[in-house]
T-cell receptor, first 114, second 114 residues
Framework: EPEVTQTPSHQVTQMGQEVILRCVPI?????FYWYRQILGQKVEFLVS????????KSEIFDDQFSVERPDGSNFTLKIRSTKLEDSAMYFC????????????FGNGTRLTVT | GDSVTQMEGPVTLSEEAFLTINCTYT??????LFWYVQYPGEGLQLLLK?????DKGSNKGFEATYRKETTSFHLEKGSVQVSDSAVYFC?????????????FGKGTLLTVNP
């Protein structure tokens, strides 16, 4: 069964550094998402992306964050200048359509900012 | 705002025991309700869903009924197995079944012992 893959599984970075989290969604999916989970807290919606543009973003997704689909297969989340509070598990997801098909999640990237 | 509250874990059961994980929600609109499961080392997977009041979602022996009067969507299974050990997330979305923006609970860790 096709799956969403995320790399790396664990990323350690210093405060102020830029990080790029990578995702390969399922190939025939059209909608892409990022969620995150700070340790001990809820999984939170960050952003949804369709047709090469952001369709919705949460309050968390400020100017430090950006997403891109640089080619036909990858979907990336960039954090320009990481803060300690960005430490979390970041989940990428994709879906075939917006309303009826389920979200398929990747295994997540654990980001640790020191 | 919209929110989901799940029972605090961890929950530890013996094999063949009955499982209930409570979930209640607060929503300004008319939500769709979901249970996601995360097995160790894997991403979140949709377990079951319900899109309107009194709907019952079911999958793999798990069931949950959408109760509008009590704003609840409790997960139940009559006889758990060791392989059911995972983290279970209750979630909702607003907007005619669109699942692109999910609001999650904190998750409940279930451990089933042989």
């Amino acid at each position: 069964e096709p799956e969403v893959t995320q790399t790396p599984s664990h990323q350690v970075t210093q405060m102020g550094q830029e990080v790029i989290l990578r995702c390969v969604p399922i190939s025939n999916h059209l909608y892409f998402y990022w969620y995150r989970q700070i340790l001990g807290q809820k999984v939170e919606f960050l952003v949804s992306f369709y047709n090469n543009e952001i369709s919705e973003k949460s309050e968390i997704f400020d100017d430090q964050f950006s997403v891109e689909r640089p080619d036909g297969s990858n979907f990336t989340l960039k954090i320009r200048s990481t803060k300690l509070e960005d430490s979390a598990m970041y989940f990428c997801a994709s879906s075939r359509d917006r309303f009826n098909s389920p979200l398929h999640f990747g295994n997540g990237t654990r980001l640790t900012v020191t | 705002g919209d929110s989901v509250t799940q029972m605090e874990g961890p929950v530890t059961l013996s094999e063949e025991a009955f499982l209930t994980i409570n979930c209640t929600y607060t929503a300004t609109g008319y939500p769709s309700l979901f249970w996601y499961v995360q097995y160790p080392g894997e991403g979140l997977q949709l377990l079951l869903k319900a899109t309107k009041a009194d709907d019952k979602g079911s999958n793999k022996g798990f069931e949950a009924t959408y109760r509008k009067e009590t704003t609840s969507f409790h997960l139940e299974k009559g006889s758990v197995q060791v392989s059911d050990s995972a983290v279970y997330f209750c979630a909702l979305s607003i907007g005619g079944g669109s699942n692109y923006k999910l609001t999650f609970g904190k998750g409940t860790l279930l451990t089933v012992n042989p």
